[in-house]
């Protein structure tokens, strides 16, 4: 009798495993075809490979006033974007130009109509009448390239004929943490990219994980916000910022990979691509944060300070170079000593040694919000593949300045602050752009011609709101102010206040920053102003009273500064800040139980506060508490050992206590870590007499004891 089973086919594992994958894909085919029928688990993730789950919302929305045939940007993004519309479909005939990047593409400090975007938009059917042009500016403020690259994504379903990207100098804004992301196979990246897009993947997301906060991250993606998280706007200035050159170059590879991307966007969208190499203001801006060495030495941090600090001093140029340069040997990456050095030596025309100290200022600085060496380095590199246009205007510029001014090196000329370049700057990067295109042949048509552009300047310039440009200038002048760069933030008040004059805040923010830049005389005549103009300013009485107290003027500081306790918000920082420095002006005119109170009141809501406990010190020593002050100067010296100020007062303490071996203590270390201090060589030498004597008598009771 047959046996049945011995006529069953038998798979080979291949087959069964092959089957097995048909099944599969058939399986999630049909449930992804479900879900798009359903309109569940649309894919909000972009396809950046090293991007996990984020909220990202659309940029482009319908407008519902075209009944849909228009799009525009949606109201939630207009905190980052321009009001910008287009019609869904492209008209026949038309050619669509899209600007993406951050800041500068959206023509901050001011908007899209002087931004090079707008200048394109003016400037193309000048050159070129053939065709309609459609310029639409989708610059993001703050945005890095990883954003710019989704942005691109979204857009390239509005049928784009040419991409131009501004994008490298908001990389280091956000903190993305890498956790190994680099260390995975490119295959393996692609392949979570690609999944990431489907609705299943984005279905089974929302069903597993609770929703993601920001910057959280795993050992295998990086988790980021929806929309911009700066680091700056967690801190006051750039505290948060630490060295982390492990972070930064991850932050270097992403850019290149997202600019790799970028061009594989334009490529499958049948669009050219042009990349634009970011400039900065080098010589007018100083770094936003520098940073000791982890491994250096409290005394080699004390001497590199002195060093600045004598620097500053001096009023002779060599000496003050000198001085500078013994800094950065110290630490060679202390940002702030190499880009004083670049300023003494562009002062004495120096100018290839301080092109080169301006640069290791901007590689080095801490909180780097200019495109660094590296990030130019990478768009030019990209740049080389022939699919790819560019417009190198770092270069074009520094053409530009060596031209006018015989250097190359790139400053206030060019740009309103650290980034952002000037109106007549956006004008001449659109027509380098202009120039790039026609070379490349993208672009038929003559050259624009001089009258053509000045032509249409006065036409552009006429249509400037001058006062909206004054708000523009003073939001600028509040961002710089903030962050600390308050030299830089001078120029933008003064242009905020030309436009708008007598505008209180623009007053405030100018008088705040000479106060802080040691300017205190024209400080004091714009305070004056502003409260002449507004009496009821409560801020400005906080600024005036600080300006009066470094004048010494404590009689008038303290009127000021009563006038200013009475009107500022209840439980501000502004008024627990104008509490303390009427504190500091009861205790230089003597009145110390006032003093205490106050200074006593602030230092229990900051008690790590040094100014404050040194402060509340000389307070204690006013009221012949003498150890509490000795207590309270000591904590100051155990937390920051190389304070000679502090040293010294608390010297004097103890002289006055009669112990002249601990004061000798005191100023010895004064004396090592500043010799030239002729104070502190006096006092240790009163104190010198005091153990002598005190020897002395000790022998002559010696003596008596032996007879």
Known sequence: MLNPSSHQTVLSRRKKLLFSVILLVLFFGTLEGILVLAGIGESRVQADPLVGFSNQNPLLVHDPATNGTDVRVADNKLVWFNDQRFPKKKRPGSRRVFCVGGSTTYGRPYDDMTSFCGWLREFLPLADDSTQWEVINAG??????????????????????????????????????????FDQPEIQRNLTAFLSKTRTFSLLNDLVRSPPQKDTVTTREIVLPGEVDEMLNHTIGPADYRRDPEWQSDVLRHYRLNLQQMITIADQAGAKILFVVPASNEKDCSPFKSEFDGDLEESQRYRLEQLREMAQQSDDPKKRLKLLREATTIDAEFADANFQVGRELFEQEDFTAAANAF???????????????????????????????????????????????????????????HVHPTIEIHQ??????????????????????????????????????????GIALRNLTKVLHWSGKFQEAIPCARGALDRVPDDPE??????????????TNEAIVRCERLLEIDPTYASGYLVYGELLLRQEDYERAEEVLLF??????????????????????????????????LLTEIHQIYPDDLEMLDYLAQTKAGLRETDVAIGLYEQIIGQSPNRTDTLQRLGLLFLQEGRANDAKRCFDWVIKLDPGNEQALSQRNIALQLLGGQSASRDVANGQREN
Request: with cysteine.
């Open 564 to 597: 200013a306790t009475v009107m500022l918000p209840p439980e501000s920082d502004s008024l627990l800040r104008a509490r303390y420095l009427l504190g500091v002006t009861y205790l230089m005119k003597g009145q110390f139980e006032e003093a205490d109170r």
């Open 140 to 181: 993001g403020i703050s945005y890095a390239s990883y954003r710019v690259a989704a942005v691109m994504s979204e857009l390239v379903e509005y049928e784009p004929d040419l991409f131009i990207v501004y994008s490298g100098q908001n990389e280091f804004l956000e903190r993305r943490t890498y956790a190994g992301i």
């Open 506 to 519: 623009s007053l405030l923010l100018l008088a705040d920053c000479l106060c802080r830049t040691d300017e």
């Open 428 to 469: 001449q990067l659109a027509l380098w752009i202009l120039e790039t295109l026609h070379s490349e042949r993208w672009l038929s048509g003559e050259k624009v011609s001089p009258a053509q552009i000045e032509e249409t300047d006065q036409r552009v310039r006429s249509k400037i709101d001058v006062a909206a440009q």
């Open 359 to 417: 640069q290791s200022a901007i590689d080095h600085d801490v909180c780097p919000l200019r495109a660094t060496q590296s990030v130019q380095s990478i768009v030019r590199e990209l740049s080389g593949r022939p699919d790819v246009m560019l417009v190198d205007f770092d270069k074009r510029l520094r053409q530009r300045c060596q031209t006018r001014y015989g250097h190359s090196i790139l400053g206030e000329e060019y740009f309103l602050d």
